[in-house]
């Protein structure tokens, strides 16, 4: 039987076209999990099941484009900058993934705080052991979330418990892709990661490469977050001109590449993005807590590049993405480069859907696409359009989250 959900409704729209705000509408959802109409109100559809969850709001589930599985029980521990804060809090945490029960515990912690945050998709970096990738693999088909994620590559200068040498790593993950990868029509995807360019061999990085091109992968990790990361990284990789080269020349930087953090590029380096096509994962509170630097989003939007934002647990300190809008918000304004709360709004749902080639399936409310959003508490006398919006991107504590579904479907996490 069809469902609908009458409220009211905002989402932003494929075309920029802007945000469709409806006072009272109804979003009709066919049995297929797959959005029917998104209307005004005028009586409840044929044939048709109506829940009034007036005067709450519907809006697109949340896309997250970058977090740690491994350090969610680390979240918010202040040990340094990013160099130390790895060594003194993620590496010791992330060892501890060796136990398959300990995995599992933290897998369902992590799809029970996505759903609390009406996060419907998300991008992950799991831990480096194929036994825990696989647990959060299966937590992700039973939560019902939508996900990238992919094994954590690590092959010289980290702890030896982390430490996976490249042709195990490498045959690790090809048969990760073949047990989900695709999986349940598309909605889990196999995600090569490499977790930064000072942990891994350039063979490493060539081997990662040829995978990706092999099974037609996204590739995500991280670049340019901290000055010391920086060096660090021409150290290891004496051949690349740049941060950014070590990519490029080892056949990672492409049109399915997912770059984190990006503060420090130069102006080439940010030509380069644009020419191979990847995009940027904008994690501003991350950033601020390491004390990593700001990145400046006006060298993405000048030049088309595709932008999705992160929460980055565990230095992120919320699962929270509309938190992340507000922290990209406050960015923006400390360095110069405003950005209005739609721009934030599209950025944390349809905007992080294109970035990751699904906006065809999720990202807004419309007729075709996978019923995924989330239903946000919101005071009645909260009625005109722009401090609705204004109310759920910068007030997300008086502006909770009650439910969240992914193709129509209750996702709860645990």
């Given at each position: 039987m069809k469902r609908a959900f009458r409220g009211r409704i905002m989402t932003a729209c494929s075309g920029g076209e802007g945000l469709r705000f409806l006072e009272d509408g109804v979003l009709v959802i066919g049995e297929d999990g797959r959005i029917e109409a998104v209307e005004p109100w005028a009586g409840a559809p044929n044939g048709t099941l109506v829940r009034d969850v007036r005067p709450f709001l519907l809006v697109p589930g949340f896309v997250d484009a970058h977090l740690h599985y491994p350090q969610t029980r680390v979240i918010g521990s202040a040990t340094g900058p990013l160099l130390p804060w790895l060594e003194r809090t993620v590496f010791p945490e992330e060892a501890r993934f060796l136990d398959e029960r300990h995995a599992s515990a933290v897998a369902a912690e992590l799809t029970h705080r996505l759903a609390a945050a009406g996060t419907t998709t998300a991008v992950l970096y799991s831990s480096s052991n194929p036994a825990a990738t696989r647990v959060l693999f299966e937590a992700l088909a039973r939560s019902g979330h939508r996900a990238f994620a992919g094994l954590?590559?690590?092959?010289?200068?980290?702890?030896?418990?982390?430490?996976?040498?490249?042709?195990?790593?490498?045959?690790?993950?090809?048969?990760?892709?073949?047990?989900?990868?695709?999986?349940?029509?598309?909605?889990?995807?196999?995600?090569?990661?490499p977790r930064f360019a000072p942990t891994c061999s350039r063979a490493l990085l060539e081997g990662a490469s040829r995978l990706a091109r092999d099974h037609s992968l996204f590739v995500q990790t991280h670049v340019s977050e901290n000055p010391d990361e920086c060096r660090a990284a021409l150290a290891v990789h004496p051949f690349a001109t740049d941060y950014l080269d070590i990519y490029d020349r080892t056949g990672l930087l492409g049109e399915r590449?997912?770059?984190?953090?990006?503060?420090?590029?130069?102006?080439?380096?940010?030509?380069?993005?644009?020419?191979?096509?990847?995009?940027?994962?904008?994690?501003?509170?991350?950033?601020?807590?390491?004390?990593?630097?700001?990145?400046?989003?006006?060298?993405a939007r000048t030049r088309s590049i595709p932008v999705a934002l992160g929460t980055d647990v565990a230095a992120g300190r919320t699962f929270d993405l509309r938190r992340i809008?507000?922290?990209?918000?406050d960015?923006?304004?400390c360095i110069g480069d405003p950005i209005t709360p739609e721009e934030l709004f599209r950025l944390g749902t349809l905007g992080g859907a294109e970035a990751l080639g699904i906006a065809p399936e999720t990202g807004s409310l419309e007729a075709g696409k996978d019923a995924d959003f989330c239903v946000i508490e919101l005071p009645a006398y909260v009625q005109e359009r722009n401090d609705v919006l204004s109310r759920i991107v910068f007030s997300s504590d008086t502006t909770p989250v009650r439910e969240t579904y992914v193709r129509g479907r209750r996702v709860v996490g645990g």
């Open positions: 954590t590559l690590m092959d010289q200068h980290c702890p030896e418990p982390l430490r996976v040498d490249a042709d195990r790593a490498l045959a690790a993950c090809a048969e990760l892709v073949q047990a989900y990868h695709g999986y349940d029509r598309g909605r889990l995807s196999f995600v090569i990661t590449t997912l770059l984190a953090h990006a503060i420090h590029l130069s102006p080439d380096e940010w030509d380069r993005v644009r020419a191979r096509g990847a995009r940027i994962a904008h994690c501003p509170d991350s950033n601020f807590f390491l004390g990593s630097g700001r990145m400046r989003l006006d060298e809008m507000s922290s990209t918000y960015n923006a304004m």
